[in-house]
């Protein structure tokens, strides 16, 4: 008899749990939530989600629903609810309503990594996104890439192409990563890479590579490696804001030099909030501008029409100048146009984002379209190079590179 009995209470919790499970996956709508499934509790569906897709196109996991439930579903990911929108008159709806109908949210990890939440987090609308805004453009804007940055640019790539072709081959990704870092931190904290002690692009590959991970801060996870990271270079920007302070009559000029001037005048400019804005602006600038580097190499290589009509246009540039050997120009600059796509207006608004919109649309826009465009005509104009192999580009959702893509370059 208890036999029975026990077997009929395993049977009763085996189908409570299996009721749970089949409401947590398809919650009622009640006409408010779109159509999805939120996976398994807990979990949710961030497995299908990190599971590398071998294609540039949309990931299986975003494909799939959008065929299957339309341009707008409701999914499950790292243990939170969220909405997939891939309709382009709504996602521009939205970022155009932040602080009215909604409000900036990051995922976890996100959240915990630079600091979205509390007194000092970074991303608060109104005066404090105004001020951070108007610090980058003031650093990294159109005028300052006019007046400054365009040719220590052009200066620091040739340096840097002129010890890649030295190189047997060189890992692109990695390589740019360096580059760019090297270059944006020197702007922001009058970083020496000669001279620090720290490797910024080091300690952001690890942080990177934590970045997508579940936020399980146990001892030889990513996400622990990652935090570590971040500690250790928040450490860095501390001290670093203690002895800008300490000695006010040294000024270099740079980002952090301003922004230590006006911590008497802005309450919000506290030693977190300086150091979190820094360190999400060091991130922006190393993973996005080397990412779209490593992958233009890799599809140059598979479409040799393309290269070719990108080396005619760089090489006009050389034959319309007095100097063939002068400085790239700002009108050089904007004359790229097939190096930039300058696609229609009308249909870039809305479909093509990949700077965002709304006053959240980045501040570094422009630095990132012409340090890729600078990196370009001096490679095109200056040197040959040979892809000797390319790992697997992939998405997880992130996009990935494998064992890297190895180019080896030589002077022409």
């Not at 010890?163 to 270059?183: C, G, P, Q, Y």
């Amino acid at each position: 008899m208890w036999n029975t009995i026990g077997l009929g209470v395993v049977g009763l919790v085996v189908i409570w749990i299996s009721n749970w499970i089949r409401r947590w996956r398809n919650p009622k709508c009640n006409g408010v939530l779109p159509p999805g499934s939120m996976g398994f509790p807990l979990i949710g569906e961030t497995l299908p989600l990190i599971i590398p897709s071998y294609s540039l196109d949309l990931h299986p996991f975003i494909k799939t629903r959008l065929q299957r439930y339309g341009p707008i579903f409701r999914t499950s990911i790292a243990g939170r609810p969220v909405v997939v929108s891939a309709d382009p008159g709504l996602n521009s709806f939205l970022f155009q309503q932040e602080g009215k109908l909604v409000e900036l949210w990051y995922l976890d990890t996100f959240s915990k990594i630079f600091v979205q939440e509390g007194e000092s987090r970074t991303n608060a609308a109104g005066v404090i996104h105004k001020y951070a805004r108007s610090m980058f453009l003031n650093h990294f804007g159109a005028e300052r890439l006019k007046e400054k940055l365009l040719p220590e640019i052009e200066q620091v790539v040739n340096k840097t192409l002129s010890e890649w072709s030295t190189r047997a081959s060189v890992e692109v990704k990695h390589a740019a990563s360096v580059l760019v870092i090297d270059f944006s931190a020197k702007q922001i904290i009058s970083y020496d890479v000669e001279k620090s002690s720290e490797s910024l692009s080091e300690t952001y590959t690890g942080i990177v590579q934590g970045f997508m991970s579940f936020p399980l801060n146990i001892p030889g996870t990513a996400y622990n490696q990652c935090l570590k990271g971040q500690k250790k270079i928040l450490a860095m920007l501390r001290d670093m804001i203690k002895e800008r302070r300490a000695s006010p009559e040294t000024n270099r000029g740079d980002f952090l030099d301003q922004i230590c001037k006006d911590m008497n005048k802005e309450k919000f400019l506290s030693e977190d909030f300086i150091v979190q804005l820094i360190f999400g602006g060091l991130f922006a600038t190393f993973e996005s501008v080397s990412a779209i580097m490593a992958l233009a190499f890799e599809l140059l290589s598979e479409h040799p029409s393309v290269l070719k009509e990108m080396m005619a246009e760089h090489e006009a540039i050389l034959k319309n100048r007095e100097d063939p050997n002068s400085s790239l120009t700002w009108d050089e600059y904007k004359s790229m146009t097939f190096t930039l796509q300058e696609l229609d207006s009308r249909v870039v608004s809305k479909n093509f984002l990949p700077f965002g919109g709304g006053t959240r649309q980045c501040a570094g826009a422009e630095y990132s379209r012409v340090f890729m465009a600078t990196f370009f005509h001096v490679l095109l104009t200056k040197y040959r190079w040979t892809k000797i192999k390319g790992g697997k580009i992939f998405r997880n959702p992130v996009l990935g590179f494998g064992k890297g893509i190895h180019i080896n370059f030589s002077e022409k």
